[in-house]
Structure formats: C-alpha cells, structure tokens
C-alpha cells in the first residue's frame, strides 16, 4: 500500500511559539491531502482540506490563520500551528488522497500522526 | 448535512467470536465507503467499497455495501485480542470525507 509520513512524530513546545508539521505522500502523488485533529476518545475532526497549488479549504470553526496550510507539491503539504497554546495540543493527522502511481483513486491513506503538546 | 453513524459505540467479546461492525450514512454525491482500524496511532486502511453486494475480504475481515439501504457492515470472525481497536467507517462523497464516531472493539483472551 501507500505510505504517507508526517513528520515530526511528537513535538512539545511552549505556548505562544509556532510549529510546523509536514505531511509527505512517499510512494504516490495526491493533488489532495487533509488534515484531522483527534482529541483522546473521539473520531477525527476534519480541518482542512489541502490542494496542490491552491489555498486549502477550512472545516467551519477553523481559524485559518492559526492553521496555516502549504501544499507546495504533489507529494508535500505542510500544517503550521501558530502561536500555539494548550488547547491546540492534540494528535494532528494527515492523509493523501491517491491520484495515481497504480493505486485505486480515491482511496485515502493516513500518516502516522503528530502528537502536539503545548506546555 | 453529510451524516455517518456507527454502532454499536463499544463492544467486548472473547477470542474466537465473531462480531459485526454497523455503519450507516446519509450522503450526497456518494462515492465510496472506507473502513479504517485505528490502534495507538493513525488508521490503517481495511478496506474501500464503492459498489453493493460485492463483499471484500482480507483473511478474518470482510465487508459489504448495501447502496439501496444505505449501510456497509464489517465482519471479523474468530476474533484474536489483536483486533482490539477503534474501527472507522468513512464515506467519501464529491468532497471531503465524513468519519462516524467509530466502534471501540475489545476482545478479551
């Protein structure tokens, strides 16, 4: 199958700093990658939704310019959560949506995640 | 509103039962219907259906979708404490995804 990494796997910082996290589809290209936030118990919270080469499309409630998205390339997207406090700290996912590369389209194939705790 | 229910939330059985996952869903533009288990980390594809009645299999695991009645199910048989996770149902319409809440499956030995 298809192999999506993020990057880092855990991050803590302090609160008011800004942190990136790197979603990168390894064996494949994906026009389009989201983005979920889970907190402990519950089922992914979709954020966004990231296009290569255009601006990324917000889940109501999502402040954009907190969570800034990048989709430089096909294999690439980038989240940055700026100005961080406690209350951002959650397991971000990412996940590709296959566009070619011999796989089926439309399957979507989930990173690892990114444990994000804001002291 | 796109909409995906799951049930039951939470189930507990032993080794060697066999259990049938529910998801039912309420979507425009209906494309495809996936299935994630989902342990410590992110979720593991499972399986990905977008015609009814064709089952999809993967050793213990099998799944089918009922276009008409708007449901798939997922079925483990002769359930191992390694098939202790959170099981995601997906659909996925024109857009975005819609994830249900997931069923929590705990087998005990």
């Known amino acids: 199958g298809a192999v999506v990494s993020q990057h880092p796997s855990r991050v803590i910082c302090k609160s008011g700093t800004s942190v990136k996290i790197e979603c990168r589809s390894l064996d494949f290209q994906a026009t389009t990658m989201f983005w979920y936030r889970q907190f402990p118990k519950q089922s992914l919270m979709l954020m966004a939704t990231?296009?290569?080469?255009?601006?990324?499309?917000?889940e109501q409630g999502v402040e954009k310019d907190k969570f800034l998205i990048n989709h430089a390339s096909l294999t690439l997207s980038t989240l940055t959560v700026t100005s961080a406090h406690p209350e951002d700290s959650s397991f971000y996912i990412c996940s590709a949506r296959v566009l070619a590369g011999g796989l089926p389209y439309n399957e979507q194939f989930f990173g690892p995640g990114t444990r994000l705790t804001v002291l | 509103e796109d909409k995906v229910v799951q049930s039951p939330l939470s189930l507990v059985v032993h080794e060697g039962d066999t259990v049938t996952l529910n998801c039912s869903y309420e979507?425009?533009?209906?494309?495809?219907l996936l299935w994630y288990k989902q342990e410590k980390k992110a979720p593991t594809f499972l399986f990905m259906l977008?015609?009814?009645?064709i089952e999809k299999k993967s050793g213990r695991l099998s799944s089918i979708l009922d276009k008409k009645e708007l449901f798939s199910i997922l079925n483990i048989t002769a359930t191992q404490t390694g098939d202790s996770a959170i099981y995601l149902c997906a659909v996925i319409p024109a857009g975005k995804s819609t994830f249900g809440d997931g069923t929590t499956l705990t087998v005990k030995p």
């Open positions: 990231s296009n290569e080469g255009s601006k990324a499309t917000y």
């Open positions: 977008t015609s009814s009645g």
């Open positions: 979507v425009t533009n209906f494309r495809s």
